[in-house]
């Protein structure tokens, strides 16, 4: 039979190996899943073996379910099939990505105690941390470390499909020495890497806190499906130049009438503000329209200040084009926004 090969074989057999080892422990018996997943048996016999992402989104999803367990025996009770599923759906509500991480943190040690995740955020930089409260590897060295990448794996996954946008890691540490395979981590995590360190944690922008969730129940739904991708996914779009673009316009209005005045308030070319912003699914204009009209809003609701005035604040060279902006925005002239709130 043809292998199938969605991308090159880069992953370790070394993850293979700690799945059969938990195949072992339960007394049963992994050639089911070795088979699905197209793994000869000679692959294993091979230390420097990989297989491609394809195959290990069989041979995982495979185990997961004949062992009822989606950490894969990495801990000391199961994780029955749909865990993780539930805890992604328990944060579906939360207003901004930070919320929903504190959430799927604090859910995880609910059903696992071998180790607690934490969400710290100092300065510009967050950080997930795992701290080790059993010894994992008391399962073998390989077990432990499959673990600990198989959940920041999953939990930076999650983080990126939750906003919708690319996430790049500052920098990873994982708490063993560098292994054989070590030219792997270049590709599952990519940045600075540190072996050999207190504990494992992923680092990143602390601004993607901020940004709100654009899932739903129908968008989860759809994702469980077919979640193990999420491990491996790399986003394309980053949705923090959206946010970057609206605080820039909302701190500098005077800044704002042409594309060159922003990108330099970010240091980058006026091209690529708007390329990244097409990336993103959103416009200049559109960001623009959206600062001034909330700007707008705001003053008039919560001040006296003459139509002429709250022009200015929000961005306009003059009265007339700022009320037929607002006119088209809203469907009102300013002043009859105003009388309509007073009343």
Not at 14 to 28: D, I, L, N, S, T
Not at 55 to 81: C, H, N, V, Y
Not at 155 to 163: E, F, N, P
Not at 196 to 203: H, K, S, V, Y
């Amino acid at each position: 039979m043809k292998t199938r090969w969605s991308a090159p074989a880069v992953t370790p057999i070394a993850f293979v190996h700690a799945m059969v080892a938990a195949y072992e422990r339960r007394g049963m018996n992994p050639a089911g899943a070795l088979a699905q997943a197209q793994i000869a048996p000679a692959a294993l016999l091979n230390l420097a073996s990989r297989i491609s992402a394809w195959q290990m989104e069989r041979i995982s999803g495979a185990a997961m379910q004949e062992l009822d367990d989606e950490a894969l025996g990495a801990f000391s009770r199961r994780l029955p099939w749909g865990s993780y599923g539930m805890l992604a759906r328990a944060s579906l509500s939360a207003p901004s990505l930070g919320v929903a991480l504190k959430r799927w943190c604090r859910h995880h040690a609910l059903l696992a105690d071998d180790i607690h995740l934490k969400l710290v955020s100092s300065g510009d930089s967050a950080a997930i941390v795992i701290e080790e409260r059993a010894e994992l590897s008391q399962l073998g060295q390989g077990a432990r470390e499959f673990c600990l990448v198989h959940v920041l794996r999953n939990i930076h996954g999650l983080a990126c499909w939750y906003i919708d946008s690319r996430i790049p890691l500052q920098g990873t540490r994982v708490p063993f020495a560098a292994p054989p395979h070590a030219d792997a981590y270049a590709l599952m995590f990519p940045g600075p890497l540190r072996f050999g360190a207190a504990q494992a944690e992923i680092r990143f922008d602390a601004r993607y806190l901020n940004l709100p969730l654009r899932r739903d129940e129908k968008a989860l739904q759809q994702m469980l499906q077919r979640a193990l991708p999420l491990t491996v996914l790399q986003y394309r779009r980053d949705r923090l130049l959206v946010q970057q673009v609206r605080q820039a316009l909302a701190a500098h209005p005077d800044k704002a009438h042409k594309a060159d005045g922003v990108a330099a308030l970010l240091n980058i070319s006026a091209r690529t503000l708007h390329r990244q912003l097409k990336e993103e699914g959103a416009s200049l204009q559109g960001l623009k329209d959206e600062v001034r009209r909330e700007r707008a809003q705001e003053l008039l609701n919560r001040s006296d200040k003459p139509v002429k005035q709250v022009a200015a604040a929000a961005g306009f060279r003059n009265e007339k084009s700022f009320i037929r902006a607002f006119r088209e925005w809203t469907g009102v002239s300013p002043g009859e926004f105003r009388r309509g709130v007073q009343a």
